[in-house]
């Protein structure tokens, strides 16, 4: 089936301009999560969702950022007055996420989204 | 604190010359450890997980194996396509969802 799919894959803006970003997860995966990857580094996690629970946002780094999802489908990840520090990947992973089950852990991939802030 | 930490950093191999990488680390308890391959310019894709120390798992010329402390990855007979950043990450069993991933390993294999 298909995989995970993000848009736009190239994004270039000016500081201060909004952007959205698209991540549409492998259908029937309850679980969806962005991360950020700057140049060199690992990935950062930002925001998880899961089903109808409360999304976790602890890894947003500035009140700037803000995601959404609608049910178990396509996510949006916003960033508000852009900085060049938020020049990065931003990648989307989903998962069948269950606490107890072993094996449902396993996130996979999307091709992300390059952000350049100029 | 949970944490992955990966080496070495780089890796220049040769065609055929086999090697390891590793991922040590420090987590309250573990729920799955995980490698993923990265090519530039696009998302990180699966290749193992592991969950208890003793696990191996093959994937042609790749072996993945755990310790209590660390895994590694064992690349047998590398070709010049497995050039890739390699990437470890690790989940806790404290219930959380989050991975924690190491900065990676860039292998290059020359012909």
């Known amino acids: 089936g298909a995989g995970v799919s993000q848009s736009p894959s190239n994004k270039v803006t000016e500081k201060g301009k909004d952007v959205e970003l698209r991540c549409d997860p492998i259908?029937?995966?309850?679980?969806l999560y962005w991360y950020r990857q700057r140049l060199g580094q690992g990935l950062e996690f930002l925001i998880y969702f899961q089903g109808n629970s409360a999304p976790d946002k602890s890894g947003l780094p500035s009140d700037r950022f803000s995601a959404e999802r609608t049910g178990e489908s396509v996510s949006t990840l916003t960033i508000q007055r852009t900085q060049q520090e938020d020049s990065a990947v931003y990648l989307c992973?989903?998962?069948?996420?269950?606490?107890?089950?072993?094996?449902?852990?396993?996130?996979?991939f999307g091709p992300g989204t390059r952000l350049t802030v100029l | 604190e949970d944490q992955v930490t990966q080496s070495p950093e780089a890796l220049r191999l040769q065609e055929g010359e086999s090697s390891s990488l590793n991922c040590s680390y420090t987590?309250?308890?573990?729920?799955?450890l995980f490698w993923y391959r990265q090519d530039p310019g696009k998302g990180p894709e699966f290749l193992f997980t592991l969950y208890s120390a003793g696990e191996e798992k093959e994937k042609e010329r790749l072996k993945a194996t755990l310790t209590k402390k660390e895994s590694f990855l064992h690349i047998t007979a590398p070709k010049p396509e497995d050039s890739a950043t390699y990437l470890c990450?690790?989940?806790?069993?404290?219930?959380?969802?989050?991975?924690?991933f190491g900065t990676g390993t860039r292998l290059k294999v020359l012909a």
């Open positions: 987590v309250s308890g573990l729920r799955g």
């Open positions: 992973a989903s998962s069948f996420w269950d606490r107890v089950l072993i094996g449902t852990d396993t996130q996979y």
């Open positions: 990450a690790v989940q806790a069993t404290s219930g959380t969802y989050k991975y924690i």
């Open positions: 259908s029937g995966h309850t679980a």
